[in-house]
């Protein structure tokens, strides 16, 4: 049989599995907006897709994030340390802004292109679509809320089918929140998506960037601190997470989010631990059954007989001179004198 070995993934894994799912995410789903003409199916499939095939591929490694509003809304859920957040977050936006730096040169390929307002940018407002900014924000707050109620709910310890249908609701949730918004916002729901591309979008994509950070942030932080109180943590939130801004750093891998297409991040384990139930087997399943004791070395006499089974009428012998306690001594007395040579015999307990 083939032994499976079981490892922690290291901190600049975390950060590569985040930086690629990122860059995945921007550049196929903006991509497919860019080269569609804006197509909704085709755009918001494409999303939803990415997130699905990168939660497969490496969410195993940390925990399929690709989005700064999931990690903060995780840490505000109990699900990550916020000695993690940096991490994730940092290498959410690069990989985010390798993506917008590809797609502004490749797109360069047409004759005559100008990436103002061509490069698939979030807007509102005169520079948008005309959505007014009050609704821009209401809406991109709340669809991220959503967002986030969706990922943590699957991702829960206790739904027992998180790691084969976990990305798979999360992509398609990505996908119809981008079919409600795309002719009002062009759907951000994502930071590292809408500064991806936005700093190459021209003056006026970055100076409405800060909406599309701002708003999912707040719709993230709403999520995470009122999901564990209408539905409960699946398990104990992990040290340094929440409202506790201290202690993350203790527990070693802690913020990788263990096995199923991402154990963790953030079932709310401490540290790299499985989650209880479901498609993970508990932590404390299989471990080796320890050793009976061995038995007491013979002093003297004929050889010890095997030991019956607790709870039998002959149970194991008391120490040397001890009898067990309230009950008289029944074996080793001595009896009547029977030998020739006049000496003592024992009667052995069998």
């Known amino acids: 049989m083939t032994e499976i070995v079981e490892d922690t993934p290291t901190t ?10 990122t860059f995945v995410l921007v550049f196929f789903g903006v991509g497919a907006a860019l080269m569609s003409g804006g197509d909704y199916l085709t755009t918001g499939l494409t999303f939803g897709l990415t997130v699905v095939v990168m939660a497969y ?3 195993r490694v940390s925990g399929g994030h690709f989005n700064p509003a999931i990690t903060v809304g995780a840490a505000f859920g109990g699900r990550l340390p916020w000695s993690a957040t940096p991490i994730y977050v940092g290498a959410q936006l690069l990989g985010g802004l390798i993506a917008g730096a590809l797609l502004f040169a490749l797109m360069h390929g047409f004759d005559g292109y100008t990436a103002e307002g061509n490069i698939g940018a979030n807007s509102f407002g005169d520079q948008g ?24 709910g699957v991702t829960d310890a206790r739904n027992e089918f998180q790691a084969f249908m976990g990305p798979l609701a999360i992509g398609l949730s990505l996908a119809m929140i981008h079919f409600a918004s795309m002719g009002a916002t062009g759907t951000s729901v994502n930071p590292a998506r809408s500064i991806g591309v936005g700093v190459f979008g021209g003056t006026d994509a970055i100076l409405q960037l800060w909406l599309f950070i701002v708003a999912p942030l707040v719709g993230a932080v709403l ?15 992990v040290p340094g997470s929440g409202l506790s801004f201290g202690g993350g750093r203790t527990q070693q891998g802690m913020y990788a989010p263990p096995s199923g297409y991402e154990q963790q991040w953030n079932q709310g384990q401490q540290g790299m631990y499985p989650p209880q139930g479901g498609y993970e087997q508990q932590w404390n399943q299989g471990q080796p059954v320890p050793p009976s004791q061995p038995a007491p070395p013979q002093q003297w ?6 030991q019956p089974q607790p709870g039998q009428w002959g149970q194991p ?10 009950q008289p001594q029944q074996w080793g007395q001595p009896l009547p004198d029977d ?3 006049g000496r003592t015999q024992v009667r052995r307990p069998d």
């Not at 007014?132 to 959503?146: D, H, N, Q, Y």
């Not at 999520?223 to 939130?237: D, I, K, M, N, W």
């Not at 006499?301 to 095997?306: E, F, I, R, T």
């Open 317 to 326: 012998a008391p120490q040397q001179g001890v009898p067990p306690q309230g």
């Open 301 to 306: 006499g004929p050889p010890a007989p095997q």
């Open 12 to 21: 600049g894994q975390k950060f590569a599995a985040e930086m690629l799912g």
């Open 129 to 152: 679509s005309g959505y007014a900014m009050w609704a821009a924000f209401l809406l991109e707050m709340l669809l991220t809320c959503v967002f986030l109620y969706v990922v943590l």
């Open 223 to 237: 999520a995470g601190l009122t999901y564990p109180l209408v539905f409960g943590h699946g398990s104990e939130p």
């Open 339 to 341: 030998g020739e040579d």
């Open 57 to 59: 591929a490496v969410g």
